[in-house]
Structures are given as C-alpha cells and as structure tokens.
C-alpha cells in the first residue's frame, strides 16, 4: 500500500547549521507530496507542498523537490534556527480530490544557540 | 479566518469508559477528517466526511469507534468503550476539497486511558 518512510531523529543541530529530512515514498499515481511542521504545543500546520514530478515547495527558507526517479521528497533548510525546533512531518496523498493524507513518522529536530 | 476547533483539548479516562470529542471545521469546508496520532507515529486517517456522508472509514475500528457530522458542519468522535490502546491525540482536519487538497488541523484532543 501506499507509505512514506522518513529518516529517524532526533536530529540536533547547532543554530545556522544545515538541515536535511530524508522522505521517501510508495505510492501508486502520482501523489501529491507535503511537509507539515508541528511546533510545540501546537496543531500541524502545512509547510510546503508540491503536486508534481520536479515541483520544488519552498517557505520560511525552508525547500523540498519532488523527485519521482528516486521517489524522494526531502527537506532542507540552508541555516536553521532555535524557532526552528519542532516535528516535521512528511506526507502524501494519493490524489488531489481531497483524499485524506498518509503521514510518516516524524522528526523531531531540536536546534540550540 | 477562524481555525478548526477541538474540545476539549485533555481527557483522562479509565478502560470501558466513554469519551466523546468534538470538532468545528473552518465555515464553508466540506471535507472533515478525524486522525489518530499515537506517540511516536504520524497521524492516521479513521474516517473521512464529505457534507454529511462518510468517504472513508475503512480504518475506524467500528466496533467501539463511532463518528458523525450532522447537518455537514461539526462532527463527534466516540469511543465505547475505551480500551488502553486508544490512548492517543485524536486531530481534526478540514478541507475545502480544491485542487491542491490543503487540510487545515486543530490543536488536537489528547486522550489518556488508564
């Protein structure tokens, strides 16, 4: 069926570092892929999207390209900050009519100063 | 534009109890989606309204899982009877159903089962 796998935190990085969150996905069609980001001890809230092969989402610096050969959707973030510090959450859905998401794990990422 | 609301936002109850929680989507979204997310893991879909109909319910264990959306607005999740497992942060979402299927999330109702 249909998953998203992303890489395993805590990842802990000092302040202006760079970011990587490896996500890889199983999906028949073509999805939809996402990033949600869950601050602390607040709702999810969407990140960046992008809905096709070689779409790259962006906001707040942060970025990710869908890429479709290796079915990879990773985030980065060139210089993170403390306010950074949350739970990122990769997802997809398998088609654009309002189908419900399926989430990866998370990855909690914990910057300090 | 107002949020998706959830109450309550804490509930703690024992095993064989039940619980109700409550949700109030953003005006106008037709979509609703109830997601449990267990410590650890990433939100799971239990069941998917659009209006007043059920999409998707395939993963609601119906046996104690029950949800509706009366009149196509807000919705009511319950739980009878609760077991320890179903400990979890019980999310609602909605969605205006376009294109890019943007869902909008509440701040979630945590539920302990002792």
């Known amino acids: 069926g249909d998953s998203v796998t992303q890489m395993e935190g805590p990842v802990t990085l000092s302040e202006e570092a760079f970011l990587t969150i490896n996500c890889t996905y199983t999906a028949t069609g073509y999805p939809s892929l996402f990033w949600y980001v869950q601050y602390p001890g607040e709702g999810l809230q969407l990140l960046l999207k992008a809905t096709k092969a070689d779409d790259k989402g962006s906001n707040k610096g942060f970025e990710a390209t869908y890429r479709k050969e290796t079915t990879s959707f990773h985030l980065e973030k060139g210089s993170v900050q403390v306010s950074d510090s949350a739970v990122y959450f990769c997802?997809?859905?398998?088609?654009?009519?309002?189908?419900?998401?399926?989430f990866g794990k998370g990855t909690t990422l914990s910057v300090s100063s | 534009e107002a949020g998706v609301a959830q109450s309550p936002r804490y509930k703690i109850i024992e095993k064989r109890q039940s619980v109700a929680f409550w949700c109030n989507p953003i005006?106008?979204?037709?979509?609703l989606y109830w997601y449990q997310q267990i410590l650890g893991q990433g939100p799971k879909l239990l069941i998917q309204f659009q209006n007043n109909g059920v999409v998707d319910d395939s993963q609601l264990p119906k046996d104690r899982f029950s949800a509706e959306r009366l009149k196509g607005v807000d919705s009511t999740l319950k739980i009878q009877p609760a077991k320890l497992e179903d400990s979890a942060v019980y999310l609602c979402?909605?969605?205006?159903?376009?294109?890019?299927?943007?869902?909008?999330f509440g701040p979630g109702t945590r539920l302990t089962v002792l």
């Open positions: 979402a909605s969605s205006s159903g376009g294109l890019w299927n943007e869902q909008f």
């Open positions: 997802a997809l859905s398998v088609n654009q009519a309002g189908t419900a998401l399926i």
């Open positions: 005006s106008g979204h037709a979509t």
